[in-house]
């Protein structure tokens, strides 16, 4: 009876000596570990090597994500950093050209003949994938410096409310923004074609500086850098990557996602700074742009003054 005691201390000790044997096989064990002297096993924990668990899963057996140290160091100290230095820079330079140049008008009066630019559908879809990029930028700068700027004022429970709602919506309005993206993409792709006269678009910087209207088709040059590099490039960039967030399941390893994640970040930056631009021109930038949305007609001086190609082409007049 008295060996009873040191018989139930025997067997797990054994079954622990079987694990640890078996471990031993898969990698060696580190030197200096003798007597208390375990730090190599800590600084090989610290690098990410895995070691032995009885919990099945992709990278289960792996203790510290090294990853997560250098994501952290990534997001904090630079895209949070310089995206939030970007957006204000871009802010200020808007105003002070706004504030110089002023919008810029119209040739002459508008003269109440209006001509169709975009139907109903191509405004619809506009609509759509504008009111959710706006949400979702709205969500998307609340989520990396919510907690910078607005934590100090409103407190942490507020804030964290606030995120704890903004988060699912955030991922559920990225699914609306996918598809009708591309829908947008497809539907304007070949109105957004180089074409010759885009090289005196260019010259002559837009007619932006000495305010003057350069002729163009449906779409100017600046337009269609706006479609190719911030609609179509950015967004798949950010559509994709914020996809894999949604379904972290395809990458399933921390690493990739990681990866996604900072993507997803500077992708997402970057179009909002790009943004603001093409918000500035469709609204207060210039006179009468506005409408081509709202009501998807514009003022016949307006289609000549901007697009003057595209007003020939439609109405078959040469003046």
Known sequence: MLALPWLLLWIPDQAAATQVAAAAEVRPEPAHTDGHNISPVWREVRRGVP??????????????????????????????????????????????????KGTMRLSAPPTGH????????????????????????????????GKHVLMPVFGHTAISVAMQILKPIHNFLGLVFAAALVVMILMWAKDNLWDKVDAEWIRRAGGLIDRTHVPAWRFNFGEKTWFWIGVTFLGLVVVVSGVLLDFPMILAA??????????????????????????????????????????????????????????????????
């Open 254 to 319: 921390r690493g990739p996602l990681t990866v996604a994640d900072l993507v997803h970040g500077i992708g997402a930056m970057l179009m909002i700074l790009l943004s603001f631009g093409h918000i500035y021109m469709g609204t207060i930038g210039l006179e009468g742009t506005s409408q081509s949305m709202t009501t998807g007609k514009v003022d016949e001086v307006w289609a000549k003054d901007h697009n003057l190609l595209w007003y020939r082409q439609v109405t078959g007049k040469t003046d």
């Open 114 to 145: 209006k001509i169709q630019r975009f139907s109903l559908f191509e405004r619809a879809i506009h609509g759509i994938v504008a009111t959710c990029f706006v949400l979702l930028a709205i969500g998307g700068l609340l989520l990396m410096f």
């Open 51 to 100: 070691g032995v668990t009885t919990v099945k899963g992709v990278e289960s057996n792996v203790l510290i994500q090294t990853q997560g140290d250098v994501w952290r160091h990534l997001h904090n100290n630079w895209v949070v950093v310089y995206g939030g230095v970007l957006i204000i820079l871009v802010l200020v330079a808007i105003s002070v050209f706004h504030l110089a």
